[in-house]
């Protein structure tokens, strides 16, 4: 890795941004992901934190093994323990980087540490040490690196880079930096570190002020050479540096940054989609790049200009992140290879089963709306709720809204496939009542209680139309435990009682699976 002119682009969409509360993944909704970051082409896949779960293991075990072209980093704590479950969960990958941390900064060292410089720069070393007998391609990173007292800081990142550290990452951890200060910090540890020139110094900044793409790109000006990013800048708290921001701002300024990356700019929507689908995180509609409106001109002088002459009012071209204008191909009367071609152009790719399985769905929504646009096709390729768990399996709903009417549902579920439960409710709206009905069919169950909450609703139409598909996602909590759930469907009642069913059957997974915890 030595391009003076190449940034990295170091994904931490699986670790960083997967803590976000409600936004786990299962670990095939993980490798889902990942194939699609190799298609992106990102460099670095930072897959997961091997020790804090045995499924976050499994997940970063398969990356490794099945995802071809990125290196596949696991996260450690420095600590032999966490080193040693990463090394074993990159055991069969291809190119493994064990990632390993620790707080640096006085604040961490006194408050959650409770340990003095002298012992935090041994673990520091002791780790990467222990790393390197795993594989070659180690990174350090001094946590709260920007609150870290510099003359520290340059002491633990020789030694680390002594022991073997190949990165060392420089984070933002509370997102405290500010543009021109994070610049000079990366350009004044590039020459107080006499060693640094061993290494690769790397970014991490965090979004708390709004300054993470800012931050990264004034760092990577004065010489850091891989960002750490996450699609749709999702992460802890305000989240991280987005990806498709870093990516699209060296290639549209190239002028003045002169760095490229290897990213596939047209796999960036796809991405963000699949990403924002799977975490059940809508992204803001003015989010750049990637927000529904991005590419939108609404007032008449930019629409007059953009239709002369596209470059008046847009610096990028909208295709080269991957979003084509909407085309109407397929009806009820299309077959299956013009399915698969469709489905194939959109840069997903299915075998005979899957075909088949595509294809059944396909006909239910075509007989249901006239016009099938890629987006649903998208949809339909893509959907997979509950990671076939049907613990609860929502069997039949019927719902009533009428003016002046008290709405009503009811709703049949079965439960671990046994005979249905029923619940009959009334409500403030539709959906008020749909959600109630079920708390009814589950306390009518003698191993259910109905001690759920609705934490979060989000409803939004897919495609346009009043025929439309309707995507509902759900946060629900149940005994502290967290899940989301998503629905799609023509009937946004329909899509609202299966988010809900698809949360229920990842906390019972979550449930399951804790019972058999052994780490
Ligand atoms: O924000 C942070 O400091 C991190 C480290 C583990 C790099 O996520
Ligand atoms: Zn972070």
Known sequence: MADANRVYIFDTTLRDAEQTPGASLTAREKLEIAHQLARLKVDIIEAGFPVSSNEDFEAVRRIGQEVEGPIICGLARAVPKDVERAGAALQGASRPRIHTFIGTSDIQLAGQLRKDREEVLKMAVESVEQAKSYCDDVEFSPLDATRTEPNYLYEIIAATIAAGATTINIPDTVGYAVPEEFGAMIARIIAEVPNSGDAIISVHCHDDLGMA???????????????????????????NTSLEEI?????????????????????????????????????????????????????????????????????????????????????????????????????????QAKLDKVYEKFLELADKKKEVFDEDLIEIFLDNPGEGIAYYELKSLHAVSRTGDVPSATVRLSIAGGEPVEGVAQGDGPVDATYEAIHRALASHPLEDDDIQLDDYAIRAITSGSQALGEVTVHLSRSGEQARGRGVSTDVIEASARAYVDALNRLAAKNAKEQHQTV
């Open 247 to 351: 990516v699209m701002a060296l290639k549209t300024r190239q002028d003045y940054f002169n760095f490229d990356t290897e990213v596939v700019t047209k796999e960036i929507v796809s991405t963000s989609r699949l990403v924002s689908r799977l975490m059940g995180i809508v992204v803001q509609p003015n989010k750049a790049i990637v927000g529904a409106n991005a590419f939108a001109h609404s007032s008449g002088i930019h629409q007059d200009g953009v239709l002369k002459q596209r470059d008046t009012f847009e610096i990028m071209d909208p295709k080269d992140v991957g979003l084509e204008a909407t085309e109407i191909v397929l009806t009820a009367r299309s077959g299956r290879a013009a399915l698969r071609h469709r489905l194939e152009v959109l840069g997903y790719e299915l075998d």
């Open 213 to 239: 793409v800012p931050n990264t790109l004034s760092a990577i000006k004065k010489g850091a050479r891989q960002a750490e990013c996450t699609i749709n800048g999702l992460g802890e708290r305000a989240g």
